[in-house]
C-alpha cells in the first residue's frame, strides 16, 4: 500500500492510529511495548499497570473492545499473550484487530508458530518486525512477504557483519 492510499484510507474513516501496543501474558508479565505519543515513564507504569489488570480481569466471552479514559482500548489473546492496543475515540477498532491479527501472522511466520519464549529471547527481533510493518501508529506495509523480505535482507546484512 502506497502513503498515498494509506492516506486516502484513513480519510474515508477506516483509520487505525495506534496511541501505544502492549504485550503480556496472562500472567500480567510485560514482554513488549511500543510507545506513538510522549508520556512520561511513571505515565507509561501507570497505564500499563492500570491496562493489564483491566485487560486480565475481563471474561474470556467478553468483548475485545473497552472504552478507556479518552480512547478506545482494542486486545486480543493469542496462546497464553495478550496483544493490546489503544487508539482514539474516532478511529477504527476492527482494522486495529486486523492489524493485531497481522502482527501475530508476521511473527508465526518469522518464528515458524511464535510462542511467549520466542518474544522473550527475542524481544529485539519482535520489535523490528512490528517497526517494519507500522510505523508511527501506522500502517506502514499491508504485504507480509515484503515485511518478511525486508526482514530476512536485515538479517543476512547482520549475518555479514
Known sequence: MTRQSSRAWSERGA???MQFMLLFSRQGKLRLQKWYVPLSDKEKKKITRELVQTVLARKPKMCSFLEWRDLKIVYKRYASLYFCCAIEDQDNELITLEIIHRYV???????GSVCEL???FNFEKAYFILDEFLL???VQETSKKNVLKAIEQADLLQESI
Open 15 to 17: 483509520r487505525a492510529a
Open 105 to 111: 501472522e508476521l511473527l508465526d511466520k518469522y518464528f
Open 118 to 120: 520466542d518474544i522473550i
Open 136 to 138: 508511527g501508529g501506522e
